[in-house]
């Protein structure tokens, strides 16, 4: 495979930058999302993440099996402190 072609599509980010993270000491989803953003755009690694440690498994000599996914974690979005409390009906 090509070293040019994008994995994460999101955040426009190249196998061959995965394999550098790789070799800077990355051995886990995690830690390449750390060291390269790949993981972090709007899928969330839904698309990337597979790849990512399909490439990991090739270039530490694991298994993808062994290679560990990446932390799924719900997303964070502003939220009214008022949607907290319960309201009778026809309350505002």
Known sequence: MNNDVLICRCQEVTRQEIIEAIRD??????????RTRAGMGLCQGKTCGRLIQRIIAE???QSPAEVL???????????EIGKF???????E
Do not use: H, L, S
Request: aromatic share 4%; net charge positive; no cysteine.
């Open 25 to 34: 000491g990355a051995t886990t989803v995690d830690g390449v999302k750390r």
């Open 59 to 61: 270039e530490t000599g």
């Open 69 to 79: 996914p990446q932390y799924a974690r719900m997303p964070v979005r502003p939220i």
């Open 85 to 91: 409390r319960d309201k009778a009906p026809g309350e």
